[in-house]
């Protein structure tokens, strides 16, 4: 009997019922996708991070070391479980040809060569097993096999006079520390004999001082000893918490998502299967009231219509999820390439499995709350009028006779939706949702391709940005440069930039490492989210997660260690920045150029920047020179790559939904309409002109979505975003909207799409007769 009402039920709404089966199905396939890319992304990274032998503390290190020193402190070290320091060579980018005649003078990337270590932090093959190679051969970074298409075989050359050394790539470098293209640095691995070669001839020494302890809960307590001890630290120190951090943010933020747009998929779902169970017991509402009266109990009436919903809830899960395993690979490419797969347990397998099943249980619960409208039900009411009993107010003021606007068809149709609003709700509220799932994606793809985003990484915004190295003739190298630069008529105004690692006083009254830059903030100024650029030498400004950590605001005071001796500094203000693990500060105060972390000039000039680039490169042979728009096309390339794969299917998705819930609608509309046709024809209104107020209905419906949906996107997607983004040290990011995608392109589809879908759908209108209306 059962099986016999849910196969009538099914042939009455055909359309209805195989729409909100895809819709589910699409929510479980990309909950279970997006749950099953962070599983990877957690499994991948732990196992990378085992495999590799992971350091938990690196200070870089420009200039000489004592490592018997190094040896001696780190022995009486009680965190200390390891200790190893590894030479790696810089070379400029101009010296450096990769598979290619042109050199690498416009790479933003650092390019270090070095040879594998022995003791810990292994340079890793795309087997995840140690790399080793024999003279002659070369194994380059994922980040370049992938930017430049590259293939075992292909030559890497440098180049620097007289000398000439030729590599033969054979492998390809998975490395903890340096792999996501974010990180600006990249290790080129080769045999140890070619090492002492290049050694020998061309480029700058760094040492990389790495340290494994025996807990990792000691990592805090540790750092700050190193930072107060007499060890080398001219250059970044990097945590295990920062590559943590740096390995996971960008596929963790796709995954997030996948998994925000399943949800609103999951809303979708729901919304239309109240209007379905609602338009179900309108249609029944007399064999209801015949149950009723022959003593079916409202459980077991209720057991009969859930049976439905409960099967295609059930089936639409597990096709869904059946689905993302074969696609599950298109997600995870990006975590495969840079990580690799780790064995999985029966429980991660397992997990998208039940993420996908939530979905079924939350579409369930959701019908038998529905369904309690069986409770309410009168036997004797349903037999006697045969249906809900609902009706309409019929409001004077929009009688069509007083209309002197409008057409009369189009004034019907504006009145339909003001008097029956709430049945419009389910398309009005898909329709805000649609424009959701287009908008969003959109705005922060082109946010983070905006030279903008850099304000997020704690920069003001410049046209060059010129990275100077730690060298032993760094106080005559930075003089030249800015003399240089200072005597450039094309430049409109410049800033020198210093930074490098002081100790502040934490709330326990412990010094804590922090990464204060200085210089003049106000000539290439940051937004800042509270309070304004520190000005005088007492003044400071923390970045968001530091102030957090400090638990300090604008107006309190923080103890800095300069010269071994503390300065009482008032916080003028905290910005956002998303580098170094997003706890950094600003200060004008005199810098230490011989214990600096690195150096920069930030510079804005009157003609065109390329030319201006190319320029400073020619003249200085060692210095990095980037604009922000090249940096972020190279640091950000794999991230962009992926927002562009994902705003594609987040579009895709959102015409599907629009295009089957509008024709799912007008056809329940029409449906639901039937008499009012009947009449309309009767009385000799056309075809055409029925139309015509559906089509009314449906795009005043679709631009008042766009609208709201436009303005939430605006809004709360931002909030959300940032709310995201607040985790790495950016809590209030701004959409950059580009307006000719948002406000004209996305709207002229959306409308072209619901216009065509409304055609297709009003196309089957019947002519209905009176006769047939009073014979049903």
């Known amino acids: 009997m059962i099986l016999k009402i849910l196969k009538k039920d099914f042939l009455r709404k055909k359309v209805v019922t195989i729409a909100v089966f895809v819709f589910i199905l699409l929510a479980a396939m990309l909950i279970s996708s997006g749950t099953n890319m962070l599983i990877d992304l957690n499994n991948s990274l732990e196992h990378l991070f085992k495999v590799s032998s992971a350091p938990h503390f690196i200070q870089h290190h420009s200039g000489k070391i004592n490592q018997d020193e190094i040896d001696q402190w780190s022995v009486n070290n009680s965190y200390v479980k390891r200790q190893q320091t590894s030479e790696m060579i810089n070379i400029h980018g101009s010296k ?357 985003f850099i304000t997020y990484m704690g920069v003001g915004k410049s046209d060059i940005i010129l990275d100077i190295r730690q060298s032993d003739q760094i106080v005559k190298e930075i003089n030249e440069v800015v003399n240089y630069i200072e005597n450039d008529p094309d430049v409109k105004k410049y800033s020198p930039y210093i930074t490098s690692q002081y100790e502040i006083i934490n709330e326990e009254g412990l010094p804590e490492s922090i990464l204060v830059e200085t210089g003049d903030f106000s000539v290439f100024p940051l937004d800042y989210l509270e309070g304004v650029s520190p000005k005088l030498s007492n003044e400071i400004a923390l970045s968001y997660l530091c102030a957090n950590q400090l638990k300090k605001q604008v107006g309190d005071e923080v103890k800095l260690l300069i010269n071994e001796k503390p300065r009482l500094m008032i916080v003028t203000g905290i910005y956002q920045d998303i580098t170094d693990g997003g706890k950094t500060a600003k200060a004008n105060i005199s810098p230490d150029y011989e214990t600096a972390s690195w150096y920069t000039v930030n510079v804005n000039v009157n003609k065109n920047v390329a030319k201006k680039v190319l320029e400073y490169e020619n003249r200085f042979d060692d210095l990095k020179v980037s604009n922000p728009k090249e940096y972020f096309k190279q640091t950000f390339s794999s991230t962009i790559n992926q927002l562009k794969l994902l705003t594609i299917t987040a579009i895709i998705i959102a015409i599907l939904v629009t295009v089957l819930i509008t024709s799912l609608f007008l056809k329940m509309m029409i449906a639901k309409d039937r008499s009012q046709i009947a009449i309309k024809r009767s009385i000799g209104i056309s075809l055409k002109e029925i139309k015509i107020e559906y089509i009314t209905k449906a795009f005043v419906i679709l631009n008042l979505g766009i609208l709201l949906g436009t303005v939430i996107s605006n809004t709360l997607g931002e909030r959300l975003l940032s709310a995201v983004l607040s985790i790495v040290g950016a809590p209030n990011i701004e959409f950059i909207i580009n307006p000719l995608q948002v406000y004209i392109i996305s709207p002229i589809i959306m409308i072209i799409i619901v216009i065509l879908t409304t055609l297709v759908s009003i196309n089957f209108i019947k002519e209905f007769s009176i006769s047939d209306i009073n014979a049903e």
């Not at 690498?104 to 040879?115: A, C, I, P, Q, T």
């Not at 805090?220 to 920062?242: A, E, H, M, V, W």
């Not at 409202?298 to 409960?310: D, E």
């Open 96 to 452: 450096v040809y990769i598979n290619s005649d042109e050199a690498e003078s416009h790479s933003v990337m650092d390019l270090d060569f070095v040879k594998q270590n022995k003791s810990f932090d292994y340079l890793l093959d795309l087997n995840n097993e140690k790399i080793e190679v024999n003279k002659g051969e070369i194994a380059v970074p994922i980040y370049y096999m992938q930017r430049r298409d590259l293939s075992l075989g292909d030559k890497v050359v440098i180049k620097d006079g007289d000398l000439k050394l030729t590599f033969t790539i054979t492998s390809f470098v998975r490395d903890v520390q340096m792999n996501p293209s974010i990180i600006s640095s990249k290790r080129f691995v080769v045999n140890a004999t070619d090492f002492e070669k290049i050694k020998d001839a061309t480029g700058d020494i760094e040492y990389q001082i790495s340290f494994q302890l025996n807990d990792l809960d000691n990592l805090r307590q540790f750092s700050n000893q190193y930072i107060q001890s007499d060890l080398p630290k001219k250059g970044p120190t990097i945590d295990y918490t920062l590559l943590k951090l740096a390995n996971s943010i960008t596929d963790g933020l796709i995954a997030a998502v996948i998994i925000l747009i399943s949800l609103l998929l999951n809303v979708i779902a729901l919304l239309c299967l109240r209007f379905i169970i609602l338009l179900t017991i309108e249609e029944d509402y007399k064999e209801i009231g015949v149950m009723k009266a022959i003593g079916i109990s409202p459980p077991n009436i209720k057991r009969i219509y859930l049976s439905k919903y409960f099967t295609m809830a059930l089936s639409a899960t597990l096709i869904g999820y059946l689905i993302s395993l074969f696609i599950n690979d298109i997600f995870s490419k990006n975590i495969m390439l840079y990580i690799g797969m780790a064995p999985k347990t029966i429980i991660e397998y397992s997990l998208p499995l039940v993420a996908a099943f939530l979905i079924a249980i939350i579409v369930i619960i959701f019908c038998y709350f529905i369904l309690r409208r069986f409770n309410k039900i009168s036997a004797i009411e349903a037999i006697r009028l045969g249906n809900t009993g609902e009706t309409y107010s019929n409001n004077e003021r929009l009688a069509l006779y007083k209309n002197k606007v409008f057409n009369p068809n189009i004034f019907l149709g504006l009145r339909d939706i003001i008097i029956r609003f709430r049945l419009y709700v389910l398309l009005f509220i898909v329709f805000i949702l649609s424009t959701f799932m287009i908008t969003v994606p959109l705005n922060f793809l082109n946010t983070i391709q905006s030279p903008e």
